[in-house]
T-cell receptor
């Protein structure tokens, strides 16, 4: 079956670096993506990985290891506005076609 | 403002009612999505339309019926819902294609309460 695990909550300090991990189990991996969601708002796309390695976009980077079923989102130079939920999602291609599943999200608290 | 609008923003309906949610995008995209976000549950992708054809169906009950008449509009028709269907329903759009699928722009959502 399909399963995604990520920590429920994390706390970090303004200006620091934080790494949010995501592990997944799928039968037909077709891509992994990260979204940011502030409380009461819709999600915002952050990154997409389909090949192994690190994708960097400003203060945010995302890493993928397909053989390990593992990804992480790295946030540098943390700002208070980075306090949000971070959603990891995987698209899987099975016999019935494509399915996309989301993790429960990691709530990040950035403190001064 | 992402260029994706949803109406109504709030909806209360009884279990025997029929209602429809509307989504419109002004971004020139031609892939559209319906999501369900319930309290304390992961975000669920319900339906995906690419070039007005359904391309992904994530095991959604038949009381939810999507319609995509053109690339700018997406509807979710609701009938005989259950209280557990109360949730925030989010619409999103993107350009179709393997890579651009993931860069989705979301609307503000419709907060649905089923009584």
């Amino acid at each position: 079956g399909q399963n995604i695990d990520q920590p429920t909550e994390m706390t970090a300090t303004e200006g620091a670096i934080v790494q949010i991990n995501c592990t997944y189990q799928t039968s037909g991996f077709n891509g992994l993506f990260w979204y940011q969601q502030h409380a009461g708002e819709a999600p915002t796309f952050l990154s997409y990985n389909v090949l192994d390695g690190l994708e960097e976009k400003g203060r945010f980077s995302s890493f993928l290891s397909r053989s390990k079923g593992y990804s992480y989102l790295l946030l540098k130079e943390l700002q208070m506005k980075d306090s949000a939920s971070y959603l990891c999602a995987v698209r899987d291609r099975g016999t019935g076609g494509f399915k996309t599943i989301f993790g429960a999200g990691t709530r990040l608290f950035v403190k001064a | 403002e992402t260029g994706v609008t949803q109406t109504p923003r709030h909806l209360v309906m009884g279990m025997t009612n029929k209602k429809s949610l509307k989504c419109e995008q002004h971004l020139g995209h031609n892939a559209m999505y319906w999501y369900k976000q319930s309290a304390k549950k992961p975000l669920e992708l319900m339906f995906v339309y690419s070039l007005e054809e359904r391309v992904e169906n994530n095991s959604v009950p038949s009381r939810f019926s999507p319609e995509c008449p053109n690339s700018s509009h997406l509807f979710l028709h609701l009938h005989t819902l259950q209280p557990e269907d109360s949730a925030l329903y989010l619409c999103a759009s993107s350009r179709p294609g393997h890579f651009s699928f993931y860069e989705q722009y979301f609307g503000p959502g419709t907060r649905l309460t089923v009584t």
